[in-house]
């Protein structure tokens, strides 16, 4: 049997887990805290295609389909709703914008609709009053960022996967043919080791020779109490002004979930923990209100951060090392991979087990810095 370790319990590890024990791996899943703690529980749950590097689509669409199939494969709701995908715009410039990715898209498989002035008011009333047009995905939309890792990897031990939470500092090193990783929860040996260790994802990789730059930053997030449910797509922005950049989204429940337009903040990788700033709200409120003015009026009842990790491209890390045979990288996201993360875990099973992967992965390669 292939004995595969993972390291990092969050939406990228936790899926890939999952896919390598149904292929039938031997798998540990190491978290240095709780599983779905880190990174996934930053995010604010978009499952969105539109404004992709296009490079990222062939994963992007793969995820989709796994996403579609998430509540058969789990075993449980992870509360993936298709509601679709809005991206408003408000100035000439954005609209070019969104015109050249339409097409450049296009040619990715990916079709958006352009909506007009009167067609978002028709279609989506009480939405961006001023918007000027939109893009719209109908088969993208959201899911429950609290509820999908752990989905993931309570699928992946139903399969014989090992779980060790709470692993503490974790030392990893090569070993003969294969893997040790030290941890305080004892010290475990494999053939193959996987690093999903998100925003501490380049210091694994460094202890092997793998260079990328990356840094740790944290988004702001926040809720509303609950008001009346009439928003049902995602609603997010085109534009060139990253203080205008927000996005949101309305639960089953009533509650406006927001984000953007507030700068992340730099995050000391030890402990590792970031902070959201009040002082930083009123501003991310009133970008959010160009979205949904109804929001102007409800109260704000929790604003929560995480720790991200952003390499220096804006792509992630993703394949084979460079220097170590049975090292593979899955880190890097750059707060945008709540949508990829099935597919991550689909395809890094596929590329470990099978030796080879449909999806295209040299955009991501980790030697791409080495120059």
């Given at each position: 049997?292939?004995?595969?370790?993972?390291?990092?319990?969050?939406?990228?590890?936790a899926?890939?887990?999952?896919f390598l024990?149904?292929?039938?791996a031997?798998?540990?899943?190491?978290?240095?805290?709780?599983?779905?703690?880190?990174a996934?529980?930053?995010?604010f749950?978009?499952?969105?295609r539109?404004?992709?590097?296009?490079s990222?689509?062939?994963?992007?669409?793969?995820?989709?389909?796994?996403?579609?199939?998430?509540?058969t494969?789990?075993?449980?709701d992870?509360?993936?709703?298709?509601t679709?995908?809005?991206?408003?715009?408000?100035?000439?410039?954005?609209?070019?914008?969104?015109?050249?990715?339409?097409e450049a898209?296009?040619?990715?498989?990916?079709?958006?609709?352009e909506?007009?002035a009167?067609?978002?008011?028709?279609?989506f009333p009480?939405?961006?009053?001023?918007?000027?047009?939109?893009?719209?995905?109908?088969?993208?939309?959201s899911?429950?960022?609290?509820?999908?890792?752990?989905?993931?990897?309570?699928?992946?031990?139903?399969?014989?996967?090992?779980?060790?939470e709470?692993a503490?500092?974790?030392?990893?090193f090569?070993?003969?043919?294969?893997?040790?990783?030290?941890?305080?929860?004892?010290?475990?040996a494999?053939?193959?080791?996987v690093?999903?260790?998100?925003?501490?994802?380049?210091?694994?990789?460094?202890?092997?020779?793998?260079?990328?730059?990356?840094?740790?930053?944290?988004?702001?997030?926040?809720?509303?109490?609950?008001?009346?449910?009439r928003?049902?797509?995602?609603v997010?922005?085109?534009?060139?002004?990253?203080?205008?950049?927000?996005?949101?989204?309305?639960v089953?429940?009533?509650?406006?979930?927001?984000?953007?337009?507030?700068?992340?903040?730099?995050?000391?990788?030890?402990?590792?923990?970031?902070?959201?700033?009040?002082?930083?709200l009123?501003g991310?409120?009133r970008?959010?209100?160009?979205?949904?003015?109804?929001?102007?009026?409800?109260?704000?009842?929790?604003?929560?951060?995480?720790?991200?990790?952003?390499?220096?491209?804006?792509?992630?890390?993703?394949?084979?090392?460079?220097?170590?045979?049975?090292?593979?990288?899955?880190?890097?996201?750059?707060?945008?991979?709540?949508?990829?993360?099935?597919?991550?875990?689909?395809?890094?099973?596929e590329?470990?087990?099978?030796?080879?992967t449909?999806?295209?992965?040299?955009?991501?390669?980790?030697?791409?810095f080495?120059?």
């Amino acid at each position: 049997m292939l004995k595969v370790i993972i390291l990092g319990g969050g939406l990228m590890g936790a899926a890939t887990a999952f896919f390598l024990a149904r292929r039938g791996a031997g798998v540990t899943l190491i978290e240095k805290r709780r599983i779905g703690g880190g990174a996934s529980i930053a995010s604010f749950g978009n499952c969105r295609r539109t404004a992709r590097h296009l490079s990222q689509l062939p994963l992007a669409h793969r995820s989709r389909r796994v996403w579609g199939e998430a509540a058969t494969l789990l075993g449980r709701d992870v509360e993936f709703r298709a509601t679709g995908h809005l991206r408003l715009v408000y100035e000439q410039d954005s609209l070019a914008d969104m015109r050249a990715h339409i097409e450049a898209a296009r040619e990715w498989d990916l079709h958006l609709d352009e909506l007009s002035a009167a067609e978002i008011r028709k279609r989506f009333p009480g939405l961006g009053p001023q918007a000027i047009a939109a893009s719209y995905s109908p088969e993208d939309g959201s899911a429950n960022p609290r509820l999908v890792a752990p989905a993931f990897a309570d699928a992946a031990s139903r399969l014989g996967t090992t779980i060790v939470e709470e692993a503490g500092e974790i030392r990893c090193f090569k070993d003969g043919g294969g893997f040790c990783v030290e941890t305080d929860k004892g010290r475990f040996a494999g053939d193959i080791l996987v690093n999903c260790a998100g925003a501490w994802g380049a210091r694994i990789a460094g202890q092997f020779g793998d260079a990328v730059p990356l840094e740790a930053k944290g988004p702001q997030m926040g809720v509303t109490e609950p008001l009346p449910h009439r928003v049902i797509p995602v609603v997010g922005i085109w534009t060139r002004n990253h203080a205008e950049g927000a996005y949101l989204r309305q639960v089953e429940r009533g509650n406006i979930i927001f984000g953007g337009a507030a700068e992340r903040v730099d995050v000391d990788l030890d402990p590792g923990f970031a902070h959201a700033d009040p002082a930083r709200l009123p501003g991310q409120l009133r970008a959010v209100a160009r979205l949904l003015p109804a929001i102007a009026k409800a109260s704000v009842i929790r604003t929560w951060s995480g720790c991200e990790g952003y390499v220096r491209d804006g792509l992630p890390v993703m394949g084979r090392s460079a220097t170590t045979d049975g090292l593979y990288h899955a880190f890097g996201f750059c707060g945008h991979g709540f949508q990829l993360g099935p597919g991550v875990g689909e395809t890094m099973a596929e590329l470990i087990w099978e030796g080879r992967t449909e999806i295209p992965l040299q955009d991501f390669r980790v030697d791409r810095f080495a120059a």
